[in-house]
Each structure stands twice: as C-alpha cells, then as structure tokens.
C-alpha cells in the first residue's frame, strides 16, 4: 500500500533553515506529481509545493517564494522541502502527499517550529 514518510522537522530560530524529507512507498514513485502542504495551529491546510513526475517544480504561496525549494531523488523514493531563512509564521505541521489513481495520500506529518 502507498505509504509516505515525512523526517526532518523539529525547532529553529528564525533565520535558520530546515530540510524535510518524505520517503515513499507502495507505488511507482518516479511516475507521480509530489507535494508539500502545511497546516498551522488554527488555520487550514495550505499548499506549499509541487514537483512533476520530471522535476519541474512551483512554489505556491508568495510568502515561501525565493527561501523554499522542492526537490526529489527517483532512486531514492524522497522528495525534499529545504527551507531557508525561516520565519515564525512558517511554523506548522508539513505534510507530503500525493494523488495515485485518484486516491489522496498522506503522510503523518512533521512539525516545524520557529522561535523568534
């Protein structure tokens, strides 16, 4: 079955930076769009990221454009969040998802914290 993995997460100060990683599981990674959604204390899920099943990558709200990045490693089954420069209003938990055969899919979730 598709299982997703979410690592990396944990607390830093503002300015500081962070790389999540979700391993995957359960499907042929390499063929699937992956993405990245956070969800703040009080406030809804929020897209963050997508890559394409070729790499190509958009970064959705303009508060993350220029400090994250989405990345992935086919022969590794891992798509990355690096995010820089982080801000107290980054704090959430980071989920990793994907869409395979119509059927979303979601990992546990790590928490990231910024202290300011």
């Known amino acids: 079955q598709v299982q997703l993995v979410e690592s990396g997460g944990g607390l830093v100060e503002a300015g500081g930076s962070l790389r999540l990683s979700c391993i995957a599981s359960g499907f042929t990674f390499s063929a699937y769009y992956m993405k990245w959604y956070r969800q703040a204390p009080g406030k809804e899920r929020e897209l963050v990221a997508r890559i394409t099943s070729a790499g190509g990558s958009t970064i959705f709200p303009d508060s993350v454009k220029g400090r994250f990045t989405i990345s992935r490693d086919n022969t590794k089954n891992t798509v990355y969040l690096q995010m820089n420069n982080l801000k107290p209003e980054d704090t959430a938990v980071y989920y990793c998802?994907?869409?395979?055969?119509?059927?979303?899919?979601w990992g546990q979730g790590t928490q990231v914290t910024v202290s300011s």
């Open positions: 998802n994907t869409n395979v055969r119509s059927n979303d899919y």
